[in-house]
């Protein structure tokens, strides 16, 4: 797994950053874009919402390695849609 000094993201977008009067933290990130089916994204989408509705956390597999997202019973919802020379809708779970 990849870290990076001074803010630089490693393989995977796991950077260190400093917290002001306190030691190192490290800041996990996976950035996974892949192009699929309309119904294959669908189904990725689906099966997201099910972890989180069953287990109350959700599961990604990088390199072998197993990496599992604590998510509490309230967070908040951002779901954005931008249309012009590229269209995106993001939907975006924080806590």
Known sequence: ??????????RYGVRQTHICGGDP????????????????????????ADSLSRHN?????????RFTVAVPDEVELKVEVELGDDNEI?????W
């Not at 797994?1 to 490693?10: E, L, S, V």
Request: a negative charge.
């Open 25 to 48: 933290m490290d800041l996990f990130e996976i950035d996974d874009k892949q192009r699929l089916t309309r119904e294959a994204a669908a189904d990725r989408l689906r099966a997201l």
């Open 90 to 94: 993001e939907v975006e779970l924080t």
């Open 1 to 10: 797994m990849g870290t990076a000094d001074h803010g630089r993201p490693g």
């Open 57 to 65: 956390s959700v599961e990604f597999q990088r390199d072998g390695k």
